[in-house]
């Protein structure tokens, strides 16, 4: 294992966490006793209003994080929640908010803040032995910031020496695809936009996102299925169906106002089968979350009404199951297949069908993980209803076969036409606010010709046609010395891709990196040579421009786009807003670009005329965001306007894989975000609805697993991980828990799991990093944890 502990001794020098166990993980600093237990509440409700309260107080934003939360989500009048992507209920609801999303909120609005002061203090080494907490814990981000190697510590720089500094090194390149530009989804429609017109015009198509981690395959796969790349339905029809498959998720913690829907879904009558190795909170009760009525009287709701435990990756033989019930049933009774459908708007389903019935019980078995008796019955449920919804995320989108599983989901939707018509359809959950609309807005490394055409008809660019770098690539490229800049709107990159130590050496090697940032985090401290932070407004905040207070708009998981307007006074006056930042980037590095750069940050409304101009669907912009509850973008799709090369649905005809774990001694682990987390944002060390407290460092496991294993109950273990390149990689002395979960599989937190992807561990059809199934071997810990 010495190749192991020179990795990780090397990664403390490169800016990372010094490699010593802690209970907390990237979490607050704890000694104070974990607990695990079941937890048997409603999900939302009392304990959620509770986890609030103590982020608002330790923010210190009780009074104006209690008054955000009136303002937010509402049509037109406040901004939109930048938690996740959930589409607000239009139908009347004034108060549709979550505990999460409150959380989020509150988070940014903290009293903290972190200006030139802070920095002097603290040396950029010094600082990486803080926790990802601690650094963002610190508060707000107030001012330019420049590293100085010298002192090893980040000093003030104005913005105009900022923007010279980017400009110069840009113009400096041989090539533009010598430089990257990272994309986290919070940002903007008219901010995605403004980006990709500068990367463009600049030169390169280097455009890796936060996507490429999260739904690229689900994209993907509904581009190649049903041509376009994105879901069909709306909330309406969520309270319509007959039949909800939800795969993949954990909505309480991370699309908690789901749950309102969920048990609308329920009251209607709808059958709603959660999929999932975990039993997750979601599958339970609820208390919706805005109806402080039912809070008050602790009234709960039903959400679900089965849950499936499938071994991971085996969504796709359920699937394949499901149709394999229906052609068993077109036997005796054709009608079961909407054969009209099937006809007018779909190709390949002769081929399908051969490729279902030659697929034998046993192997959907296995590949499954349930019974025969369990794939029936979820087959006859499907066939029982007329309108069917297939949703699902990251557990389906981050597996290695993960584009062939959702064309799985497509195909067995269009055997009974449950596309383009109410009720029905597929519905990706997306992830952070507007990481649809970062893509609709033309962050995309391998755009489609279309899109490259209209940009330059329509503003006179020459926009480069050799598709760009996406997450994987670029740090391989940086690696390589291949790229020398890396810029960054928003995330936390080295946090939360895989490989941190892979990742440091190939941030360190750049010439300059850029983050625009709200918080202090880990990939300030792994920089380039030459490193600039760049604090922006966030979504909450008055964002004043020569026209006056602006506007900017976002794009839910179910295609609605609407304005959000912050009105809290800025973190610091020396903010600017995202749309600015990118703005004066693109004149410091193009001084002679004849676009009207300054004009768009003036007033936004010149950026949304562009856009209205150059996306479908975006006619009139200005007007449409300005109506009560924004506008829908029109999905072909959902119009049975199949945009495909065959102008129809396509049915695909993948094999189906083994996803068993690939040795007797193995697990597949899967790693997954804790209640009290967003993405690499640790809020505390707790995981309500999964009864932990006080701990991060921890592996679930099936207990059957663990005894074979001779480890007890919160015994330490080592969790050694093979790469698909055979590398090994390495966690040490995390606390092994007895879980709920298939053998054979277990499951930890992201990112500090991060640990053990390796740089080869992508999947072959997405290239997103497999997240959800790393190959460990789980041993009791070789040396005791020190106290
Ligand atoms: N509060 C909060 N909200 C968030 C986020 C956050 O961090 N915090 N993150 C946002 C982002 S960017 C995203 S992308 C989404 C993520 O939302 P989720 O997809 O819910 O994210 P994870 O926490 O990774 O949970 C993955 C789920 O998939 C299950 N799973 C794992 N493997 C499999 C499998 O093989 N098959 C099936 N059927 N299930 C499996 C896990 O048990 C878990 O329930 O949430 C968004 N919303
Ligand atoms: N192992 C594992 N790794 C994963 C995943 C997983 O399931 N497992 N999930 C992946 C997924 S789905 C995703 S989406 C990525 C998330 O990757 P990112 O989007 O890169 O990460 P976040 O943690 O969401 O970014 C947090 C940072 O965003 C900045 N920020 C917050 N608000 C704003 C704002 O308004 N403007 C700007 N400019 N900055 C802001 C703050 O500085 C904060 O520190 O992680 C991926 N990593
Ligand atoms: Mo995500």
Known sequence: MTDLDDDTKQGAALGLMPDVPRQGGYGPLTTRPWSWGDYHHPAAGWGAALSVGQVLLRSQAPVTGALAMLKMNHPIKGFDCPGCAWPD???????????????????????????????????????????????????????PMAYDPETDRYAPISWDDAFALIGEELRGLDSPDEATFYTSGRLSNEASFLYQLMMREYGTNNMPDCSNMCHEASGRALKASIGTGKGTTTLEDWEQTDLLFLIGVNAASNAPRMLTALSNAVKNGAQVVHVNPL???ASRRTIVPHDFVDMALFKTHATGTLDLQVRPGGDMALMRAVAKVVFEAAETDPGVLDSGFIESYTQGFAEYRALVEATSWQELVVQSGLTEE??????????KADKAIISWCLGVSQQEHAVDMVREFTNVLLLRGNIGRPGAGPAPVRGHSNVQGNRTCGIDHHAPAWLLDRLDAVLGITSPRTPGLDTVASIRAMHEGAVKVFVALGGNFVSAVPDPVHTAQAMTRCRLTVQVSTKLNRSHLVHGKKALILPCLGR????????????QTVEDAMSMVHLSVGKKKPASEHLLSEPDIIARMARATMPDSPLPWESYVADYDAIRDVMAEVLPGFEGFNDLIR????????????ELDFRTPSGRAEFSGAP???VRPPSEDMLVLQTMRSHDQWNTTIYSNNDRYRGVKNLRELIFMNAEDMKDRGIAQGDLVDIVS???????????????????????????YMPEMNVLIGPADYSAQSDQPLMKSIHVRVSPARSARPS
């Open 89 to 143: 209920d239009q139908q009347g609801l004034q108060l549709d908010i979550c505990e999460n999303g409150m959380k989020h909120v509150t988070w940014e609005m903290t009293h903290k803040r972190v200006g030139s002061g802070f920095f002097s203090q603290h040396t950029v080494t010094e600082l990486s032995e803080w926790t990802d907490f601690d650094l963002e814990n610190a508060g707000r981000l107030t001012e």
């Open 279 to 281: 039993v997750e909170a």
């Open 374 to 383: 369990q794939l029936r019955h979820a087959g006859e449920l499907y066939l």
């Open 540 to 551: 909450t905040e008055a964002d004043e421009q020569a026209s006056g207070l602006q506007g």
């Open 627 to 638: 109506q009560p509850n924004g506008f829908r973008i029109p999905q072909p799709a959902r």
């Open 656 to 658: 189906l894989y083994d």
């Open 722 to 748: 093979t790469s698909k390149d055979g590398s090994l990689r390495e966690l040490r002395q995390y606390r092994a828990l007895a879980y709920n979960t298939p053998r054979g599989s277990a499951a930890g």
